[in-house]
């Protein structure tokens, strides 16, 4: 019996050696929740991987696309904190970011105005032009938390689909945004309009686009047409559409990273 108590004894403690191992290797996804209030009173989350370096890093936001979640990107996240730990020429000098996901207005918990509830499918083209406001009001929120080592300087937004529409009308509304990845942009998704932002935006611009996936690619082409000095653009083969093209496509996801590193 003491044999055994001795043998379960090293057991666990292997087992609680190896979580402690992950846990240093892993990201803790999403692991401060935010909530804010909007001007019309929608209760918006938004969750915070937060940098694991000591001095302020800077802020990543990610914007889902239509009928997602924060969720959908976790397997960048974890992509990225697995290319860091490859500790590659590029990742050298990389420092990981604050990472900021959202669920937008209508989905995963971005629902409740006061006791009522809104669901994407049927928002007004009114409410959705609301977007880039809402996302707005999140990031304000977290600036404005002294806690959070944020290298406000430094901000960096990440869009799908409607979410790349939002993420390039945030120009004017949020200071020091200086590259925007546009993943499966539209012309014009739900009223939201992205080229006068594309244009006037003086940053660096990365878009993303499935080669049969027609609206997106046409718009993609439009868009980085005009101005093709700060924007690049990544066609790949098939249909995926928004976070599904670097999800699918390793070769796209390394793309995706390479630039953010830079």
Do not use: C
């Not at 996240?77 to 970011?97: K, W």
């Not at 669920?103 to 006061?114: A, P």
């Not at 020091?176 to 006037?200: F, H, I």
């Amino acid at each position: 019996m003491q044999r055994s108590s001795r043998m379960i004894a090293v057991a666990l403690m292997l087992i609680l050696a190896a979580g402690i191992g992950s846990a240093a290797t892993t990201p803790k996804l999403h692991s401060i929740e935010y909530t804010v209030q909007t001007e019309d009173g929608l209760t918006m989350y938004a969750w915070m991987t937060p940098s694991p370096v000591e001095a302020p890093a800077p802020l990543w936001v990610l914007l889902p696309m239509m009928g997602q979640t924060h969720e959908s990107y976790s397997q960048f996240i974890t992509a990225l904190y697995e290319r860091v730990e490859q500790g590659d020429s590029a990742a050298a000098a990389f420092v990981l970011p604050n990472i900021l996901s959202l669920d937008l207005r209508g989905h995963g918990k971005s629902v409740m105005i006061g006791d009522s509830a809104v669901n994407f499918r049927t928002l007004s083209e009114a409410e959705f032009r609301k977007y880039p406001a809402d996302i707005t009001a999140v990031i304000s929120r977290l600036l404005a938390d002294k806690n959070r080592r944020i290298d406000r300087s430094q901000i960096i937004v990440i869009g799908a689909s409607i979410g790349a529409n939002s993420a390039i009308m945030l120009h004017g509304l949020v200071d020091n945004l200086k590259r925007v990845v546009m993943l499966s942009p539209g012309e014009d998704y739900r009223s939201l309009e992205p080229a006068e932002a594309v244009t006037e935006f003086d940053g660096d611009i990365l878009i993303f686009a499935g080669k049969e996936d027609t609206y997106s690619r046409q718009s993609s082409e439009k868009l980085a047409g005009p101005n093709k000095e700060r924007a690049v653009l990544k066609v790949y083969p098939g249909e995926d559409h928004g976070t599904r093209i670097p999800n699918n496509n390793p070769s796209a996801m390394n793309d995706l990273i390479d630039w953010l590193m830079k």
